[in-house]
């Protein structure tokens, strides 16, 4: 079995969003899938991108505004929205909590994005280092 921990996971941080990299080829052998949680700062933004895998965000605390394609609505706990292959979205916490969702993506990001899109060292190996 394998137990993925958000201490332990490879991230990225930058413009006020954190996501740490759970299940993927990278690190736990998944082959079709790749899963993350994000947390989005009060004031932070995911900007508008695009990627092959398709996608979900299930918003777990906090709120925001979600822009998929050319449709922008308030997003909150509880709420799952699903992004298609190639879709252009983004996410804005726009109130004064954390925000954080989890998102699953199928096919997997291939290692090579993987490595690219998520380049940190864990917040555990970071604290081993000092």
Request: glycine share 8%.
């Amino acid at each position: 079995m394998k137990i993925s921990k958000k201490k332990s996971a490879p991230r990225y941080a930058r413009e006020g969003i954190t996501s740490y990299l759970l299940v993927s080829p990278r690190t736990s052998g998944a082959t079709y899938l790749t899963t993350s949680v994000v947390e989005i700062e009060p004031g932070g933004e995911q900007k508008i991108h695009h990627h092959t895998p398709e996608q979900i965000y299930y918003i777990l605390e906090g709120s925001g505004r979600m822009t998929v394609e050319d449709e922008t609505a308030r997003v909150g706990p509880g709420d799952c929205i699903f992004i298609p292959s190639t879709t252009p979205h983004g996410l804005k916490n726009d109130g004064n909590v954390l925000l954080k969702y989890f998102s699953a993506a199928a096919p997997s990001f291939d290692r090579e994005q993987l490595e690219k899109l998520w380049p940190l060292r864990s917040e555990t190996e970071r604290e081993r280092r000092i």
